[in-house]
């Protein structure tokens, strides 16, 4: 039989999935899972490297303790954070998350740089405040810039520490805010214009493709590089066709679109969507909204008093709500998510209003992104495909078809994992295409008609 790997990393925990083909259908197997790696220390919201690296390693030789030894790993986090570091290639810390508030006073200063509508017509990259462009800046404006020789995105970094090689992925690299989507590598006059140095980073790789071998256990393997962006990774595994909708749900929720090229125009900008790469070069049309964060943070308020399955049956079962800006900026990293929540729609409000509240509002907010979509890109949606984690969730599946009117399917629940291994069977020549590999997807795992 033969393994392969996939190392998925998200914002709240990690996973090692094994993955194979038997008798035409995929298999996957979970090995390993790890969480608890982002640091608050004060003011600072940053990621604990070293704690990382250490979870992904182990991950890693817990493929020889069970005996199943991967032909090839790859790696796949969230977006748009980075490790950068100094000619003794040595980490330059801390590792800032991308919830830290550092870039909230830049935002006006890169703009007066560079206009965003000129930056949009470069990138296609939505404006949020943590995007990578932001977060360099302020590196620049700090001099801890003046120390780099090194950048990598988070996964990029994870394969460095696996292997030694230094790469730059194009999905991943993408979220940064500084490829050009046209020529779809960095756009070098941006970077000029911001004071950003140009030779800290790499030539920008594909998805499918090699790092290095596999480095420091006692079995041999290929690192390669899956579409790196864990949402890339999932929508890699969707099969909605040209006038579907994919909701790569989870800690956060993206819905979009797949497009063969950007969408550049003045109402993309105005409706603040962003055009993400893809596997083969397709784009990512999508908006991003705060999605089981919410969640997670509510169970965490409420000291996990609750499963978050008797959180959804206690929202089924309340009587009203109230709507919420999910993706408001008191939502980010609020002390305590009840109370900012409470803090919109009134101190006093019950617990299971307040949970009714959440799943009420990401509803609408996908109901509204669907009809933007319409509109801007000419399409009529005939279908949306919830993937990931959040697809278990029954009452939200079933909120989204009620605002939606749309036919939708709920899973594969593992949809980020699927499409990182199945880049490593492309690599491996196991499928000969996405559109072969997608197929394969079909047969493996069931999907469900929300009613």
């Avoid at 980490?91 to 830049?106: G, K, N, Q």
């Avoid at 690299?173 to 800290?200: C, F, M, Q, S, V």
């Avoid at 864990?230 to 749900?249: E, F, H, M, R």
Wanted: glycine share 6%; net charge negative; charged share 25%.
């Amino acid at each position: 039989m033969t393994y392969h790997l996939a190392i998925d990393i998200g914002a709240s925990s990690g996973r090692h999935i094994l993955g194979c083909v038997e008798n035409g259908r995929l298999k996957l197997e979970e090995i390993y899972r790890f969480e608890d790696y982002l640091l608050e220390d004060g003011d600072v919201i940053s990621w604990d490297i070293h704690k990382l690296v250490r979870e992904v390693k182990a991950g890693v030789a817990k493929c020889a303790e069970i005996g199943k030894l991967p032909e090839t790993v790859a790696i796949d986090t969230w977006g748009v954070d980075y490790v950068l570091l100094d000619e003794n290639k040595r980490e330059l810390l801390p590792v800032y998350s991308y919830r830290d508030s550092r870039t909230f006073d830049v935002l006006d200063e890169v703009a007066d740089i560079i206009p965003q509508e000129e930056l949009y017509s470069k990138t296609g990259i939505q404006k949020a405040n943590y995007n990578t462009i932001y977060q360099l800046y302020c590196d620049k404006k700090s001099g801890r810039l003046d120390k780099a020789k090194y950048f990598m995105n988070m996964p990029d970094y994870i394969a460095y520490t696996l292997t030694g090689v230094i790469r730059n992925e194009y999905t991943e690299a993408t979220t940064t805010n500084l490829i050009n989507a046209k020529t779809k590598t960095w756009d070098g006059e941006i970077l000029d214009r911001l004071g950003i140095k140009k030779d800290i980073f790499s030539e920008v790789s594909l998805p499918c493709t090699e790092v290095g071998d596999l480095a420091g256990f006692n079995f041999d393997s290929k690192v390669v590089l899956a579409p790196s962006h864990d949402t890339a990774s999932a929508v890699a595994a969707c099969s909605v066709g040209d006038n579907g909708v994919y909701i790569s749900s989870g800690t956060w929720s993206l819905i979009g679109t797949e497009n063969a090229e950007p969408v550049l125009s003045r109402e993309a900008l105005d409706a603040n969507f962003t055009n993400e790469g893809g596997i083969d070069y397709r784009f990512r049309f999508l908006k991003n909204y705060m999605g089981m964060w919410l969640f997670q943070n509510i169970r965490k308020n409420l000291d996990k008093k609750y499963t978050y399955d008797e959180m959804m049956k206690l929202a089924e079962n309340s009587g009203s709500y109230e709507y919420i800006d999910t993706n408001a900026k008191e939502f980010v990293a609020p002390e305590n998510m009840i109370d900012a929540i409470r803090a919109h729609i009134g101190k006093d409000v019950p617990i299971d209003v307040v949970i009714n509240s959440v799943y009420h509002s990401l509803a609408r907010a996908y109901a509204d992104v669907v009809s933007e979509i319409e509109k801007i890109s000419g399409k009529t949606v005939d279908i949306i495909n919830i993937v990931g984690g959040g697809s278990k969730d029954a009452y939200l599946n079933r909120l989204t078809a009620e605002y939606t009117n749309k036919k939708v399917l709920a899973g594969p629940v593992e949809a980020t994992a699927t499409g990182n291994i199945i880049s490593q069977l492309i690599y491996s020549n196991e499928v000969a295409s996405l559109s072969e590999a997608r197929e394969l997807v079909q047969r493996s795992f069931d999907t469900e008609e929300v009613k």
